[in-house]
């Protein structure tokens, strides 16, 4: 009831969801991987470590851009095509409304890193 039939079938599709679903049976991280139901698998060893690597280049990003782009693939799940590319439009037309924005085009045509303010 709280809607991981319908989460997987999207991002696994149809068959395989239906296997998983009507037998029950689990998949280890290298199926999960392969299916893309995660990003990535880490050796348990590095785990924590390249996890907060990952997270550290995250949170380097312009929090307010970073939020929308994070809405906008969202609602890719919510969207037709259609929808979604006029929502990200919109998204990308806000984003002028930021320092950041700014800041991240001259860093780009400067070619260097760029120094977000969140703004």
């Given at each position: 009831g709280a809607g991981?039939?319908?989460?997987?079938t999207r991002a696994i599709g149809k068959s395989k969801a239906m296997e998983l679903v009507l037998t029950g049976d689990r998949i280890n991280a290298q199926e999960a991987l392969t299916a893309g139901l995660v990003a990535r698998v880490f050796p348990k060893a590095t785990l924590v470590a390249d996890t907060l690597a990952i997270a550290e280049r995250i949170a380097a990003q312009s929090k307010p851009v970073a939020a929308m782009a994070k809405e906008a693939v969202n609602k890719a799940f919510e969207m037709t095509l259609t929808e979604g590319c006029h929502f990200e439009k919109r998204m990308f037309h806000a984003s002028?409304?930021?320092?950041?924005?700014?800041?991240?085009m001259s860093a780009f045509a400067e070619k260097r890193k760029a120094n977000f303010t969140d703004q």
């Open positions: 991981g039939t319908q989460r997987l002028f409304a930021t320092a950041d924005r700014k800041e991240g």
